[in-house]
Nanobody, 115 residues
Framework: QVQLVESGGGLVQAGGSLRLSCAVSGNIFSITVMGWYRQAPGKPRDLVAKIISGGSTIYADSVKGRFTISRDNAKNTVYLQMNSLKPEDTAVYYC?????????WGQGTQVTVSS
């Protein structure tokens, strides 16, 4: 059974920083893409950032220059360093893992940025 355990969310003031982690455990092979998505109330779930197995990264325009995604292949963990946070970054953040066979989602972690 595959599990994605997210951590690092919370409440922070505008301009602050948070680091999200997503640890993947279980019988999982050939992870190709690790990413973070977010969903604000009443809005669709959108891509924040993703990192491909070769190391290339893709970011949403709204977070470029402020967020950094990274992965530790040995630990099957993906991170999202979020700096210069804005109130509009407030959302539930979800980790997503894609393998050659399947896609997995984490349970989500709340990030709230106060003005």
């Amino acid at each position: 059974q595959v599990q994605l355990v997210e951590s690092g969310g919370g409440l922070v003031q505008a301009g602050g920083s948070l680091r999200l982690s997503c640890a993947v455990s279980g019988n999982i092979f050939s992870i190709t893409v690790m990413g973070w998505y977010r969903q604000a109330p009443g809005k669709p779930r959108d891509l924040v950032a993703k990192i491909i197995s070769g190391g290339s990264t893709i970011y949403a325009d709204s977070v470029k220059g402020r967020f950094t995604i990274s992965r530790d292949n040995a630990k099957n963990t993906v991170y999202l360093q979020m700096n210069s946070l804005k109130p509009e970054d407030t959302a539930v953040y979800y980790c997503r893992i894609t393998t050659s066979a399947q896609t997995y989602w984490g349970q989500g972690t709340q990030v709230t940025v106060s003005s």
